[in-house]
């Protein structure tokens, strides 16, 4: 699910702006580390994880806005590489500041007092936490498809994604909408870093290690497609789990093979469309 | 063109003469430089004249390094025969892997190369028996006529010259200039007649061999090998020394990795925090020189003309 809140952020970036954001790792990884500083800050007010949790988001939308505004939005008009390496400069960036702020040990945050127990289900226990997570993700996507399927906001979201000069010409601010569109991703990505940080050891490397995991989610369900990014996390995440059971060794080679075979066979993923020429 | 070969002659020279200083520290960064810049203006082949954007070059890199040190290590095969493989192994693993990137373009092509470079890293990684998985494959040793870092050097100044030598041939050979006409317009090169994907894929293997040369010369170098050669972000860095120096250049990555690889020696030296200043400079590159540090220097030429 986590892999979901994030990839999904990854995927409605690509399929509106077209543009693959490796600094959607960073973004995550800064929404830990920010949870992290905004708990220890807060630790006398009840309800603090939840206060954090939705600042650090807050904030790494704003930032993801910010940076969309002031310098991807310049780099549009230029090829496609040129985005590309923006924004792996930005994972470096990020990256060392994460580094010169928080130091580089393990850092961890405990889990917020309502889900600190387990439940029972066919006899098995699982943590509330991470039943709240998938409770929650799938909440987070019910929302999503209904903004994009049934609301004029949507209606335009998607229209951008067919023909953003069209648009434009209908009178739409494009660049507007790029800036938001580039928001709430970030917005996802920092959600999904923040709500991991009670069950992941925050470390530096994570954006490096997520923003792989993710880029396979997105190109086994299909680059933009909504559904598909859910597909894709499924998927990932059964062949991770068995794969693990299976074949340990060969669990890792079997993902990238997974992607490979898909990027052969529909590069456009399982459920996505191709682009647009 | 002639002016240009005495510059490139009167830099061979200057080259040769390096070791004379005696300082172990230039030897070493003049041979790490010269690698890293074999490997780059190989990517380079794809990516500036061909118009193939590889995320995977870390793969060949790799696959040349590991063929030659397992095969000296592990069959005892002698050094000459040993570095020899690499290349081949580096065209095979293009062979196969090119088969299927050819087929898709842009950003698909882009994460279809990542796809197949992880595969590749997570097999390295993994098969502990063959390549020692995680803590790497160590204790590569020299052949003895090669066993100082002077000698090391001109081997690979020789290895790199000859190299560099042959890709600009193939560059500026019919074969090349179709590539660059490829690059400019597939579609019309392919109304022409033109069996584009095959010269993307003899383009995709002859940038994996070359690439594969500069992996074996690395292991043998360094003395050791790690997985990490073959992680993804190897492969982002040495396109980023192809951008920083010039990719639509033949020398700009050579010039790329020379820049990067000194600027790496004299930040370490002082900070931790080289990551943040080399991704400042891209991002300032990205903006204000998207034709890098060559393409600059073009556009400043020109400009002077001009002006007269």
Known sequence: MFLFLIASGLSLIFGILRVLNFAHGSFYMVGAYLTYQFTSQFIQAPAHFWLAVLLSSISIAVIGGVIERLFLSRLYIREELNQLLFTYSLVMIIGDFAKIIWGTGHLSVSRPAIFKGAVQIFGQFFPEYNIFIIILGLGIAFIFWVVLNRTRWGRIIRAAALDREMLGSLGVNVKLLFTIVFTIGAWLAGLGGALVSPIAAIVPGMDVEIIINVFIVVVIGGLGSFWGTLLGALVLGQVISFGILILPRLAIVFIYVLMAVVLIIRPWGLLGRPLPR | ?308
């Open chain 2, 1 to 308: 063109m002639a002016k240009q070969n005495w510059l490139l002659l009167i830099l061979i020279v200057l080259l040769a003469l390096l070791p004379l200083s005696e300082s172990r520290f230039y030897i070493f960064l003049g041979t790490d430089i010269l690698i890293m810049g074999l490997f780059a203006v190989s990517l380079n082949l794809m990516l500036g004249y061909t118009g193939l954007v590889s995320f995977g070059q870390a793969a060949y890199f790799g696959i040349g390094a590991y063929t030659c040190a397992l095969l000296m290590k592990k069959a005892s095969v002698a050094f000459p025969f040993a570095f020899v493989a690499a290349p081949i192994a580096g065209a095979a693993g293009a062979l196969v892997i090119g088969f299927f990137c050819i087929r898709l373009t842009q950003i698909y092509f882009a994460m279809l190369t990542l796809a197949f470079s992880q595969i590749v890293w997570a097999i390295v990684f993994k098969w502990n028996s063959l390549t020692g998985g995680d803590t790497g494959l160590i204790g590569i040793n020299f052949p003895e006529y090669l066993d100082s870092s002077a000698r090391f050097y001109y081997f690979t100044l020789g290895v790199v010259v000859l190299s560099l030598y042959l890709l600009r041939q193939i560059v500026n050979s019919p074969f090349g200039r179709m590539l660059t006409t490829i690059r400019e317009n597939p579609e019309r090169t392919e109304f022409i007649g033109i069996n584009v994907k095959l010269f993307q894929l003899i383009a995709f293997m002859i940038s994996g061999s070359f690439a594969a040369i500069s992996g074996a010369l690395f292991g043998i170098f360094n003395h050791s090998l790690f997985p990490d050669l073959l992680y993804w972000p190897q492969s982002a860095e040495v396109l980023i020394m192809s951008i920083l120096g010039g990719m639509y250049s033949f020398f700009g990555p050579l010039v790329g990795a020379a820049v990067m690889l000194y600027l790496r020696m004299a930040v370490t030296s002082k900070t931790q925090y080289w990551p943040l200043i080399m991704g400042t400079i891209l991002a300032l590159l990205l903006f204000f020189f998207p034709g890098g540090i060559l393409g600059f220097l073009k556009d400043l030429r020109i400009f002077a003309k001009w002006k007269r």
